[in-house]
């Protein structure tokens, strides 16, 4: 009797629950929804080598265009609804939500500093590095369309039908004036312009820059004072005794990498990554090894997100690698050919951990050329 | 909202056990069996909220069915099995600039013959073929403001879109599974199939009451390989 009654109480209360989740949100917008661009376009080109001509303007019209969730089928998300400047340009959950709610198949990547660590808008149709967890794409302007037609992300299953859309609304017609002389919206265009302001999102004023800068690749030492005992600490650690470095090129090639990588997070994989592009057994499980710029940004980690916080990332290194197929060889005990345990002691690991934080770039986070320029004013 | 119902559906099942217990079974029922039967429940989630030795949250699971119910014969081992989830969501964000309202529903069912073989005292294992049929119920409305021009202008009005996408989909496949028993009437077990569906897929997309786009129909095809990462703790009775 008592458990019955027990029973009934639970139920009522997972009625509640259920009741209280199932609430309406306020749908309506009761503010005013305005534009903020300056008057003067913000300088997305640095000195960089070979700038096309208008790249302000082009990059003005892409930052509208990445940050406009008329790109999606439904208005619902734009490319920065899981791309988001405060994350360091990726996403806070492990999957993002796509155009109706439903989940993304991988973790959105960060993507500053998308094409390497020198502003380059060769880039933009030629390709240079692999793009995407499994490097499916090599130019930025094959990238843009990517996510716009994927029937989970942004679901327009045909690309060329959004010029059409786009110019109905009102806004577009000055900015693609001044990007290309004339209001006509062409896919072309859409794709130019956001991997032009997907090129621009460069992050470089990090203490680790600083620290780089007074670096001597003779010493292999930094002159520089900017870094406590214990991320001085980290810092050799991951660069000699873990050698991190060895695929997180941060010293050698500033950050940059091309390499797919097997970490052994699953015995069995449930993701081919790469191997689903090039269909080569040999490619199963890797994945393309990822920026670590504002690593301390964007969490979870790994391609499913599976880890919440750079502890846990560590900690697989440290203990948890699993025995798959295509192990990376540096994962792999060099006398046996197992799976390594690294071993890392904790004081180790909090030094690690503070040599990543030192990777962080508050100015690019809060860099209001690269925000959302859509604003609302109540 | 799943891990609720698992806890319930978990509870029930455990308090049902400890009534068992005290009941007396009358003469008349003291014949022997012919059938075992099974109800199980997946249990990942659960799992993963007590074991998480890894930190993992991804949702690498991918098998739908929240409970199951099988009936054997005690000699031949063949028998018939049933299984069904159901996962409802509800989400909304606004941020003044953009306002989204998302509802899913998804349903998965499925019923099959099995045939049951004892690999050892506490082992037993089994193969058979499913029928399948999944729906998913996809309503999403989103509200942007119609009249975003450079600078501050009056606020007019919002466009608000509503999209609407229901799939169905039949088919079927070979599944096995492998159980072992914890006690006389508890199991732990996990399974993996193969099912191949075919089906359709219907959206509409209404903005401001206009239907844009008329409801287009795709024959749509897959293969799902589940592999067998699913737990289920099986009561026997």
């Avoid at chain 1, 380059?120 to 794409?137: A, K, M, N, Q, Y």
């Avoid at chain 2, 074991?51 to 199951?68: C, E, K, Q």
């Avoid at chain 2, 006389?184 to 089906?199: A, D, N, P, Q, V």
């Amino acid at each position: 009797m008592h458990v019955k009654k027990s029973i009934a109480i639970l139920m009522i209360l997972s009625l509640v629950l259920v009741v209280y989740s199932c609430k309406k949100n306020n749908d309506k917008l009761n503010g005013t929804v305005y534009l903020d661009l300056p008057a003067t376009p913000y300088n997305y080109a640095g000195t960089a080598f070979m700038a096309p001509p208008q790249v302000n303007q082009k990059a003005t019209l892409g930052r509208v265009l990445f940050y406009d969730t008329h790109l999606s089928l439904n208005n619902a998300i734009s490319c920065g609804s899981c791309h988001k400047q405060a994350e360091g340009f990726a996403d806070n959950v492990a999957l993002s939500v796509g155009y109706e709610g439903r989940l993304t198949k991988r973790n959105s990547k960060s993507i500053s500093n998308i094409t390497g660590d020198e502003l380059d808008f060769r880039s933009i149709d030629t390709g240079f590095l692999p793009l995407f967890w499994d490097g499916r794409e090599d130019a930025l302007m094959g990238l843009v369309s990517r996510p716009i037609t994927n029937h989970v992300e942004m679901g327009v299953s045909d690309f060329s039908v959004l010029p059409a859309k786009l110019s109905g609304l009102s806004y577009y017609s000055s900015l693609f004036s001044s990007a290309y002389g004339d209001p006509s919206i062409t896919t072309d265009r859409i794709s130019e312009c956001v991997a032009i302001f997907l090129a621009s999102i460069q992050s470089h004023s990090t203490r680790f820059d600083a620290f780089l800068q007074g670096f001597n690749p003779g010493t292999g030492q930094s002159s520089s004072t900017v870094y406590s005992p214990q991320e001085l600490q980290g810092y050799n650690l991951f660069t000699t005794k873990y050698h991190c470095e060895n695929c997180h090129h941060i010293v050698s090639n500033s950050y940059t990498t091309i390499d797919f990588k097997d970490i052994g997070l699953d015995k069995n994989y449930t993701d081919m990554g790469r191997g689903t592009i090039t269909g080569n057994p040999a490619d199963n499980g890797k994945f393309k090894v990822p920026s670590l710029r504002n690593v301390a940004l964007t969490a979870p980690y790994m391609h499913d997100g599976r880890y919440k916080t750079l502890g846990e990332v560590i900690d697989h290194y440290s203990k948890n690698i699993q025995p798959s197929t295509n192990l990376d060889i540096q994962l792999r005990d060099s006398t046996t050919g197992h799976a390594m345990s690294m071993n890392i002691a904790d004081n180790e690991k909090d030094a690690i951990i503070a040599f990543l934080n030192t990777f962080t770039d508050y100015q690019l986070v809060t860099d209001p050329k690269f925000s959302n320029p859509f604003k609302v004013k109540n | 909202m799943k891990k609720i119902t698992l806890g319930t559906l978990l509870l029930i099942g455990c308090s049902h056990f400890s009534m068992a217990q005290t009941e007396t079974m009358p003469p008349s029922e003291k014949k022997e069996k012919m059938v075992d039967q099974f109800i199980g429940v997946q249990v990942n989630d659960l799992l993963r909220q007590v074991f998480n030795f890894n930190g993992s949250t991804s949702p690498l699971n991918t098998n739908p069915y929240l409970l199951t119910y099988s009936i054997n014969s005690r000699t031949k081992g063949w028998g018939l099995r049933a299984g069904i989830g159901y996962n409802y969501s509800s989400t909304s964000s606004n941020d003044g600039i953009t306002s989204v309202t998302n509802n899913l529903n998804d349903l998965s069912a499925r019923v099959g013959i099995e045939k049951a073989c004892e690999l050892s005292g506490k082992w037993t294992a089994g193969f058979g073929l499913d029928l399948v049929y999944t729906s998913n119920d996809d309503h999403t409305v989103s509200t942007v403001s119609s009249n975003i021009t450079p600078g501050i202008t009056p606020f007019t009005g919002n466009d608000v879109t509503d999209t609407k996408t229901t799939s169905h989909s039949m088919g079927g496949g070979p599944q096995g599974w492998v159980r072992y028993s914890i006690s006389k009437r508890i199991l732990i077990g996990t399974e993996s199939s193969f099912y191949y569906t075919t089906g359709d897929q219907q959206q509409t997309i209404t903005i401001d009451g206009f239907t844009t786009s008329s409801p287009s129909s795709n024959g749509t095809k897959h293969g799902t390989f589940n592999t067998p990462i699913a737990v289920f703790l099986h009561v026997k009775f």
